[in-house]
């Protein structure tokens, strides 16, 4: 399809750019700040050129100082305003911890629905760029967990624009993670057509043997693998979670209904990781239709190695086949 006005090609950190710009232009109550967001354009260049164009009062260049920042939000979102807040990396969220999980998630219930927080917290996460160790957790858990927070994830640039869009003028605070291993894929992006709710599931691949569950950047993966296992003449389902909290279980169980397997395939660890939740779920659910256990992939129980090695911790393709044998071995 041509570009137009409307549909362009957009890698995902671009669509976020484009999306975070049209927030600043369509409400003047929108901020966004964080570490080297303003004059650098953040250290992937999500931000680029919207200080220059909406001035140091708009996209304001914070100290190194989560907690600070996460805090400063909080209290402009008391006064009114919309901030959009950029931890520059995922392991730098957790100076900031106490502050989300104590205050921006408990305000609206402590107020008895009082007071809005509509904060949005960008992280980028996850691995696969050979960064050193707090540049590519997977944190998204801890933040599922926690009551009064919405945790979200795109895996597309056109999710990335929308979902930036719906996030920013969402009442309640998002935790927006976004997969910088994917920062640089491209896609179409319709400007004009939102693609759907912020936290409906969407399957990206039709199948009728097994059903693989993904969010971010696992996505990608997941369709690479229904793409090999194709090959071999099975059918696999892909799903794109998108939304982590809320969970669009409905979704996920008219998919299991009729597959009757499910692989959930998440960067995080899979001890305690969001997989064990939905596994746990389905198995209520659907526990008359599953022809095998719900099986999950994930990273390990271990610190995040080296870059060297971190092709070995990630799941990849031959590990999320594995499980897809195994599944189908039932």
């Not at 976020?16 to 967001?37: F, H, Q, T, W, Y």
């Not at 071999?232 to 809320?246: A, K, Y």
Request: aromatic share 8%; proline share 6%; charged share 25%.
């Amino acid at each position: 399809m041509a570009e137009t006005a409307a549909i362009k090609n957009l890698a995902i950190a671009k669509a976020l750019n484009e999306s975070l710009r049209r927030a600043l232009d369509s409400d003047p109550k929108v901020l966004i700040m964080g570490e080297d967001v303003g004059k650098l354009g953040g250290v992937f260049r999500v931000t680029d050129g919207l200080q220059k164009d909406f001035g140091e009062s708009r996209v304001v260049d914070t100290p190194l100082a989560e907690s600070g920042i996460v805090g400063a939000a909080i209290g402009l979102a008391l006064r009114g305003y919309r901030p959009v807040v950029e931890i520059q990396f995922d392991g730098f969220v957790f100076p900031a911890y106490d502050q989300i999980v104590t205050q921006l998630a408990k305000m609206h219930a402590r107020s008895l629905g009082k007071v809005k927080l509509p904060v949005v917290v960008r992280i980028p996460y996850g691995g696969g760029i050979g960064a050193v160790e707090h540049h590519s957790e997977s944190p998204e858990s801890l933040f599922a967990h926690v009551s009064g927070l919405k945790v979200v994830s795109p895996s597309t640039p056109s999710d990335a624009y929308w979902m930036m869009q719906q996030a920013i003028q969402s009442d309640d605070p998002v935790i927006f993670f976004e997969p910088k291993r994917r920062y640089w894929d491209k896609g179409e992006v319709n400007t004009e057509a939102i693609p759907g709710p912020l936290h409906k599931a969407r399957v990206v691949r039709e199948g009728t043997d097994l059903t693989l569950v993904a969010y971010g950047p696992m996505v990608k993966l997941c369709r690479e693998v229904a793409d090999a296992a194709a090959e071999e003449g099975r059918s696999l389902e892909v799903l794109d979670l998108r939304s982590i909290s809320p969970l669009d279980f409905d979704s996920i169980q008219t998919s299991v209904e009729k597959t009757r397997r499910l692989v959930v395939v998440h960067e995080a660890p899979v001890f305690f990781g969001s997989g064990a939740e939905i596994a746990a779920r389905i198995t209520e659910r659907c526990f008359y239709h599953l022809e095998a256990p719900v099986l999950r992939v994930g990273g390990y129980h271990a610190p995040y190695p080296p870059a060297r090695l971190e092709e070995e911790y990630l799941p990849g393709l031959d590990r999320v086949l594995d499980a897809v044998d195994r599944a189908l071995a039932y």
